[in-house]
């Protein structure tokens, strides 16, 4: 069965500085992976998707990702945080051979302080 | 286009009353899901429905009824409500044209805030 793991709950950083969320997932076929982003009280926004085309993935607002099938991994990164970014981030796979059902991690609080 | 909306909000039910809640989309998507989010456990799904008058159930269905009569609407309905319903409840729906549906965007309501007492 799939799963998502992120390994942080929380995550702090000054604005200005890197940004990194960290996701490990787990599949038994060739997976889809997703960066969702909640900010408070709102719905979630897709951030970028790996569909199998290119391993390191551009998304919205400087965000990119990179899939590393030798690690299981699938980290989202941002070169330098903006306030603006404070928001929950969700790491969500999606299996190619069991249709459109998405499976969430447990979230990543990011936290950016002035 | 709206994109994907929700009514109500924000609910208040008292332990054992029965309520729905609304789902339309204008986007002519055939598939449609519902999720629950609570807190440190992600969203989890619900039911989902993959085209009119086809749905199944996800990973956490028990105590919801949902039907699909129509390809816009997906209501998502407790028979009879308990604390352990209370959540904040989202609505998603997806193209399933292409190759490889699962790779297209899935689109979120902005949500329903339910408390049952």
């Known amino acids: 069965a799939q799963s998502v793991t992120q390994l942080d709950s929380h995550v702090s950083v000054s604005e200005g500085t890197p940004v990194l969320l960290r996701c490990n997932y787990s599949?038994?076929?060739?997976?889809?992976l997703f960066w969702y982003v909640q900010h408070p009280n709102k719905g979630l926004q897709l951030l970028l998707k790996?569909?199998?085309?290119?391993?390191l993935v551009k998304g919205i607002n400087g965000f990119e990702a990179e899939f590393k099938k030798s690690e299981t991994s699938f980290h989202l990164t941002k070169p330098s945080a903006h306030m603006s970014d404070a928001a929950e981030y969700f790491c969500?796979?999606?299996?190619?051979?069991?249709?459109?059902?998405?499976?969430f991690g447990t979230g990543t609080r990011l936290q950016v302080f002035p | 286009n709206a994109g994907v909306t929700q009514t109500p909000k924000f609910q208040v039910l008292k332990t054992g009353q029965s309520m729905t809640l609304q789902c339309a989309q204008d986007?002519?998507?055939?598939?449609m899901s519902w999720y629950r989010q609570d807190p440190g456990m992600g969203l989890r799904l619900i039911h989902y429905?993959?085209?009119?008058?086809?749905?199944d159930q996800g990973e956490v269905p028990n105590g919801y009824n949902v039907s699909r009569s129509t390809t816009e609407d997906f209501p998502l309905r407790l028979l009879s409500a308990a604390p352990s319903q209370t959540s904040v409840y989202f609505c998603?729906?997806?193209?399933?044209?292409?190759?490889?549906?699962?790779?297209?965007?899935?689109?979120f309501g902005p949500g329903t805030r339910l408390t049952v007492l």
């Open positions: 969500v796979v999606s299996d190619q051979g069991k249709g459109d059902k998405l499976i």
């Open positions: 986007m002519n998507h055939e598939y």
């Open positions: 790996y569909t199998s085309a290119a391993t």
């Open positions: 998603a729906s997806n193209s399933r044209a292409g190759a490889i549906s699962s790779y297209n965007e899935q689109f």
């Open positions: 599949s038994s076929y060739s997976p889809s």
């Open positions: 429905s993959v085209g009119a008058g086809i749905t």
